[in-house]
């Protein structure tokens, strides 16, 4: 029998500190909405469509930061079996391989560890978000004009981490019973950048491809499995921790 999501997912192996939303921010009232929507057995295809009378590049934002802390949090529990030594390449398999490039330290692509890698890719995505710039969070503050191409890297690489997951620690999410909320959450995810087209699909090659016990279904109906998977605000939001900014 599966584990609720509070057993599984302890605020204890989060991988980086969880972004929240001001409470009486407009952000605060759109991802309680979201939430709410979650929890309410809704089909996932319906709960990522824009609300009504709503702005594209909040609901954008709010499911951004969302799937960052969410994702951060799936691989924070797997991170103690993820080392140089099991997993000494960025990759999803033997056909796929990820290398760091962020025109820094790393002006190539540059492999490296995957630990390594999350370590880096979540840095990035925290400036990201935190940087008022890209990430406006004041009344009447307008978003960038490169605002969704920005989305569209950061779902990209986060894409990744799935994949890494996936294909490297499956076992070990099984083995804490954990695999219908990896499932939902990356139903969850696919159905948003779907919604939006946020990703070209082409990327999302090294899940399709993947058979055997990696079944991910992201046609049919999510109601059940989203019953079985009832997403407690109180076991997100209480592990929610706020980071200074990043200059």
Same mark, same amino acid.
């Given at each position: 029998?599966?584990?609720?999501?509070?057993?599984?997912?302890?605020?204890?192996?989060?991988?980086?500190?969880?972004?929240?939303?001001?409470?009486?921010?407009?952000?605060?009232?759109?991802?309680?909405?979201?939430?709410?929507?979650?929890?309410?057995?809704?089909?996932?295809?319906?709960?990522?469509?824009?609300?009504?009378?709503?702005?594209?590049?909040?609901?954008?934002?709010?499911?951004?930061?969302?799937?960052?802390?969410?994702?951060?949090?799936?691989?924070?529990?797997?991170?103690?079996?993820?080392?140089?030594?099991?997993?000494?390449?960025?990759?999803?398999?033997?056909?796929?391989?990820?290398?760091?490039?962020?025109?820094?330290?790393?002006?190539?692509?540059?492999?490296?560890?995957? +630990?390594?890698?999350?370590?880096? +890719?979540?840095?990035?995505?925290?400036?990201?978000?935190?940087?008022?710039?890209?990430?406006?969070?004041?009344?009447?503050?307008?978003?960038?004009?490169?605002?969704?191409?920005?989305?569209?890297?950061? +779902?990209?690489? +986060?894409?990744?981490?799935?994949?890494?997951?996936?294909?490297?620690?499956?076992?070990?999410?099984?083995?804490?019973?954990?695999?219908?909320?990896?499932?939902?959450?990356?139903?969850?995810?696919?159905?948003?950048?779907?919604?939006?087209?946020?990703?070209?699909?082409?990327?999302?090659?090294?899940?399709?491809?993947?058979?055997?016990?990696?079944?991910?279904?992201?046609?049919?109906?999510?109601?059940?499995?989203?019953?079985?998977?009832?997403?407690?605000?109180?076991?997100?939001?209480?592990?929610?921790?706020?980071?200074?900014?990043?200059?």
């Amino acid at each position: 029998m599966a584990l609720c999501l509070g057993q599984v997912f302890s605020k204890d192996k989060t991988f980086r500190p969880r972004k929240r939303f001001e409470p009486g921010t407009q952000r605060f009232e759109l991802y309680k909405k979201a939430q709410a929507s979650l929890k309410s057995g809704l089909d996932l295809r319906k709960v990522v469509q824009l609300p009504e009378g709503e702005n594209i590049s909040d609901w954008v934002a709010v499911h951004v930061v969302d799937f960052f802390n969410r994702i951060n949090l799936i691989y924070g529990t797997v991170s103690e079996y993820c080392s140089e030594r099991t997993c000494p390449i960025m990759s999803g398999g033997l056909r796929y391989e990820y290398r760091w490039q962020d025109g820094g330290d790393y002006k190539k692509p540059t492999k490296l560890p995957a +630990l390594k890698y999350m370590n880096l +890719l979540m840095d990035w995505i925290e400036s990201l978000i935190n940087n008022e710039n890209i990430f406006p969070t004041r009344v009447g503050v307008p978003f960038p004009k490169n605002f969704q191409q920005v989305c569209k890297k950061i +779902l990209s690489r +986060l894409f990744r981490v799935f994949v890494h997951v996936y294909i490297h620690h499956f076992d070990s999410i099984c083995s804490m019973g954990a695999e219908a909320h990896i499932n939902t959450c990356y139903k969850h995810y696919y159905y948003f950048i779907s919604e939006f087209n946020l990703i070209d699909h082409s990327e999302l090659e090294p899940l399709v491809r993947q058979k055997s016990n990696l079944i991910i279904m992201c046609e049919g109906d999510d109601r059940e499995q989203q019953k079985e998977d009832q997403m407690d605000d109180s076991s997100w939001e209480g592990c929610q921790c706020h980071r200074p900014p990043c200059n």
